[in-house]
């Protein structure tokens, strides 16, 4: 609760203002077995949560959705970083997910950019996505996805960001649309 109740961080999801403590109570309580919460704390205080659920049943059990947001006052001091490379960890290393979702409203540069140096690429422009302090504001889908070289790799360099990997990156070459 305390993290959605900063300005930016609110504006920077699809939650409402003003959410109470019996909202996230309940949300909590009600995630299912395969939905993951992980949370950012600094001397027990929670600065920073992130959430991954699978994208569905059957045909989709490779994806996961991401939705991460981070206290006003703690923004720009490495904790989306953390959280991002926590999910990472957990979706390439333990869940074997091979595809990563999220979506983020086109104006919020800093969430764009953490995305990208943990190697989301946009796949596309949701036009007019959400309505947002009296207008509406578009969002790209993005996503993160790993060649069956990087599944099948172990170790470190499957957990780094593209960025910083040493010079083996594979390119993926797609379909025209």
Known sequence: MAVFSSPRAMAGTLQLPYPTAELWRKRLADQGQEDFALVAEVKGEVVGNLGMHPAGRARRRHAAGIGMAVRDDWQRRGVGTALMRAA??????????????????????????????????????????????GRYVDTYTMARLRTAAEVAATGAAATQPRGQRKATKTTRKRPPA
Do not use: H, Q, S
Request: aromatic share 18%; hydrophobic share 50%; no cysteine.
């Open 88 to 133: 990472i960890d957990l979706a390439d290393n333990w869940l074997n997910y091979r595809r990563l979702e999220l979506t983020v409203y086109t104006d919020n540069l800093a969430a764009l950019a953490l995305y990208r140096k943990f190697g989301f690429a946009v796949e596309g422009t949701l036009v007019a996505y959400a309505y947002r302090n």
